[in-house]
């Protein structure tokens, strides 16, 4: 219930923070404020979070950590929904959406790459006394550092002041219930969008049939390569999450980003996960105890299945924007973006549960010395199975997904028809003073 809880009520505000933005006059546009304080939010109270000492007793410390992982959670959302729009509103064009979101998805695998070490750093007597003390420092350290990095879109992406734009909803309290009325009709016109709903589902079941099995691979690695024995398995738990997050950094998603271009972005999901799927049949074969090299051969496949999928799904959403333009005559970056991010949170609290359940299901007791006969195989099963049923049942939503580049494009044409339409307008009834030269357009761009 501890990571339970604030992860639903993130699922919950993130709506509300997408109609936010999509809707805030400022001077300094309508997501750079929020990805600013949110980042502050997060990097303060992340460090808060993990001063934990065990003297103050189990009830104390749950309260403290729900609490404050509450406050992470909430400036999380403050943060992440307008920094995804802000990524969705960076280009107009089909191949390039793809290239930006690839170069997000590089920069953001850092941090599973360098995460994993922590636990060798945290265990290694030479740097921290021990695991508690450790804890406590490092999140001072990776708190300050990832509230930096995270003010860098706030800072350094230029954005368009709307201050005085008269299409957006006003943030009042005379304004709460056409407020409250417009989120309900974000959500039932988004999902209203068929190609919209094919990617909230495949993303769904995809990255949540891998987080529920995720945890797995250090029980797999540590009982059934190394009989149980966590000293001698050492560093190879380490080893299976960074080399697989160095893989998808320079290979996975660069090789998606390419085939993206050559082949349309649903061929290059339909490829990128059905080679994630003989990873995981080749991660059964492959765990062979007493050779744990042999995993490793694994990785390179594995790794298809999340390396490319936010790279594709986040470019996919950034058309589905403009096809909900088209509809609806609205920019809803922030509404789609917060949706989409909604089915992925929501999932990915369900998924901590079912973890747990999957491990009771077949006996399985972490931290024991030995195991009930079948455990680990069972565990192992649902490893690979879960991941492997959950791709297949994506593949099947995404087999007609038509929203392509020929139709892409068509509905770009389309708005700058419309946009050119209205600067002309704005020009016969607004006089002089309004440039002949105007281009509407520059209004989707930041």
Same mark, same amino acid.
């Not at 959670?73 to 929904?81: E, M, N, P, Q, R």
């Given at each position: 219930m501890l990571f339970f809880l604030p992860r639903v009520f993130d699922s919950l505000t993130d709506p509300i923070m997408g109609f936010i933005s999509d809707n805030t006059r400022s001077k300094w546009g309508r997501r750079r404020q929020y990805v600013f304080v949110g980042a502050i939010v997060m990097g303060i109270s992340f460090v808060a979070m993990w001063q934990l000492y065990r003297e103050d007793g189990i009830a104390?410390?749950?309260?403290?950590?729900?609490?404050? !992982?509450?406050?992470?959670? !909430?400036?999380?959302?403050?943060? !992440?929904?307008?920094?995804?729009? *802000?990524?969705?509103? *960076? !280009?107009?064009?089909?191949?390039?959406r793809t290239s930006i979101m690839a170069v997000a998805q590089w920069i953001g695998q850092w941090a599973w790459v360098i995460a994993p070490w922590f636990w060798v750093v945290m265990y290694d007597p030479s740097w921290f006394k021990n695991a508690d003390t450790a804890t406590r420092s490092l999140s001072v350290w990776v708190g300050a550092a990832c509230m930096l990095l995270a003010m860098v879109p706030a800072l350094f992406l230029p954005s368009r002041s709307t201050l005085h734009d008269e299409q957006l909803l006003p943030l009042t309290w005379r304004h709460l219930g056409a407020g409250m009325r417009e989120i309900l009709n974000g959500f039932k016109e988004a999902f209203g969008s068929r190609p919209f709903r094919k990617l909230c589902y495949a993303t769904f079941l995809i990255f949540n049939a891998f987080n529920t099995v995720a945890a797995f691979s250090f029980f797999i690695v540590v009982y059934h390569l190394f009989a149980g024995n966590a000293a001698a398995a050492g560093i190879w738990p380490t080893l299976f999450g960074s080399v697989g997050a160095l893989i998808t950094t320079f290979a996975v998603i660069p090789t998606v980003a390419w085939m993206s271009r050559k082949v349309g972005k649903r061929s290059a999901f339909m490829l990128s996960q059905g080679v994630s799927i003989v990873g995981y049949i080749l991660l059964w074969f492959l765990m062979v105890p007493g050779q744990p090299w042999l995993f490793m051969l694994a990785l390179p496949f594995f790794s298809f299945g999340i390396g490319g999928l936010f790279t594709l799904m986040m470019s996919m959403t950034a058309d589905v924007c403009d096809l909900d333009e088209l509809a609806t005559g609205k920019r809803r970056e922030g509404i789609f973006g917060a949706i989409y991010w909604w089915m992925v949170k929501f999932g990915f609290a369900i998924a901590g549960l079912l973890s747990g359940a999957i491990m009771s299901f077949v006996g399985f007791a972490p931290g024991a010395a030995t195991q009930a006969a079948g455990a680990v195989d069972g565990l192992r099963l649902f490893y690979s199975g879960v991941p492997i049923f959950g791709t297949l049942l994506a593949l099947w939503i995404m087999r007609d997904y038509d929203l392509d580049e020929q139709r892409a494009n068509e509905v770009r044409a389309e708005l700058e028809r419309r946009h050119r339409a209205a600067g002309a307008a704005a020009v016969a009834v607004s006089g002089p003073h309004v440039p002949a030269d105007w281009d509407p357009a520059s209004l989707l761009k930041p």
């Open positions: 104390y410390n749950f309260a403290y950590f729900l609490a404050w !992982s509450i406050v992470f959670y !909430s400036g999380l959302t403050l943060f !992440s929904i307008p920094y995804v729009a *802000m990524g969705y509103e *960076m !280009s107009d064009d089909f191949h390039e």
